[in-house]
């Protein structure tokens, strides 16, 4: 399942991050992060991960992820990596490549699952041409380019790419996320599920069907959650 979460940070806010990331940040190659396979395709650079900077401003967005219910709803998380920050420009760019399926946890010995990607733009896309994110399933391929403060997640198991950046500068935030529930379908099933007993609940109110379809809900998450 592929969503678009609008709204995680307002202007000021995405307008606040970066002018700090631009007046603040330590920038280095990006493929200090990654493993031999991915250092092949990536070319762009990413804010020092244990810098004080990246650490509060990842604090404030899984603040703001924590608060979102259209988010926890789609990604139905057990644990979230801190966010990291990305940027690309004259023609940087991120080759097709999958997400590593395990990742360490900064000051942390539990690994986790890398369950759903997402990436929250701090750019306009008039700001930048090109760095179309491409995320490939079984019905094709998908251009993502959102607006600032709006975020897409995605499988971690789909192919995807950024595509190079021709003409101004793409900054973005990018984390993982495992879920309660591993297996993509069950977690679209279950947001399908959810959203339709909430636009329910908004036209009729609390009703005896309401109830009924809120119970398998939670009988499906009880049945497939992994805590």
């Known amino acids: ?35 031999s396979q991915g250092a092949q395709v990536k070319r762009n650079r990413q804010l020092r991960p244990d810098s004080p900077l990246s650490a509060e ?3 404030l967005i899984q603040q703001k992820l924590r608060a979102n219910p259209l988010f926890f709803s789609a990604a139905l998380p057990l644990r979230i990596l801190p ?15 999958v997400d590593g399926a395990v990742m360490s946890q900064r000051g942390s010995e539990q690994p986790l699952r890398s369950d759903v990607s997402s990436t929250l ?9 090109g760095g179309e994110l491409v995320v490939k399933d079984t019905y094709g391929e998908h251009e993502v380019k959102l607006p600032a403060g709006d975020l897409v997640l995605y499988p971690s198991s789909s192919l995807h790419q950024v595509m190079p950046v021709t003409a101004g500068v793409r900054v973005c935030a990018f984390f993982w ?3 309660m529930v591993r297996d993509d379908g069950r977690r ?4 399908e599920l959810d959203q339709t007993i909430q636009r329910l609940r908004a036209s009729l109110g609390e009703t005896p069907d309401t109830v009924a379809l809120a119970g398998h ?6 049945q497939w959650a992994e805590l």
Do not use: K
């Open 57 to 59: 401003l990842g604090a």
């Open 83 to 97: 966010p990291l920050f990305n940027c690309y420009a004259g023609g940087e760019h991120y080759g097709l490549h």
């Open 177 to 179: 996320s495992q879920s």
């Open 121 to 129: 733009f701090l750019c306009e896309p008039e700001d930048y041409e």
């Open 188 to 191: 679209a099933m279950l947001f």
């Open 217 to 222: 809900y939670h009988n499906l998450l009880r």
């Open 1 to 35: 399942m592929l969503l678009h979460v609008p709204g995680i940070l307002s202007p000021d806010e995405v307008q606040t991050f970066r002018q700090r990331l631009q007046d603040e940040g330590e920038w280095g190659d990006g493929r200090a992060t990654v493993g």
